[in-house]
């Protein structure tokens, strides 16, 4: 059974930065796509960022691009997502999901999903 954990939300003021951290219980890590999306109060889950674990190839969303950096640790089965110069909008239930393939900002894509964890960011 797979299992997707989440880790490392917490409250930040804005301008500041926090690192998500995302571990999968799966073998082979490196054959999935892990993305990470989130999820505002009254809207749709929407993606955030993504990376393909054999070759370290990323996608990122036009509203975290430059602010955002994800990675993968391939021997350790762990994702992150290091997000700088945080805003209010950042706000979210955040998530990490792993998929085959290419990467895509599609949640119906991903085939596993962690529990989300909340970040928030004050003004």
């Known amino acids: 059974q797979v299992t997707v954990v989440e880790s490392g939300g917490g409250l930040v003021q804005a301008g500041g930065s926090l690192t998500l951290s995302c571990a999968a219980s799966?073998?082979?890590?490196?054959?999935?796509?892990t993305g990470w999306f989130r999820q505002a109060p009254g809207k749709e889950r929407e993606f955030v960022a993504g990376?393909?674990?054999?070759?370290?190839?990323?996608s990122y969303a036009s509203s975290v691009q430059g602010r955002f950096t994800v990675s993968t640790d391939n021997a350790k089965n762990m994702a992150y997502l290091l997000m700088n110069s945080l805003k209010p909008e950042d706000t979210a239930v955040y998530y990490c999901?792993?998929?085959?393939?290419?990467?895509?900002?599609?949640?119906?894509?991903?085939?596993?999903w962690g529990q989300g964890t909340q970040v928030t960011v004050s003004s």
């Open positions: 799966v073998g082979r890590f490196s054959s999935y796509i």
């Open positions: 999901a792993l998929m085959y393939g290419s990467i895509s900002s599609q949640s119906r894509d991903y085939l596993y």
């Open positions: 990376i393909r674990g054999r070759t370290g190839t990323t």
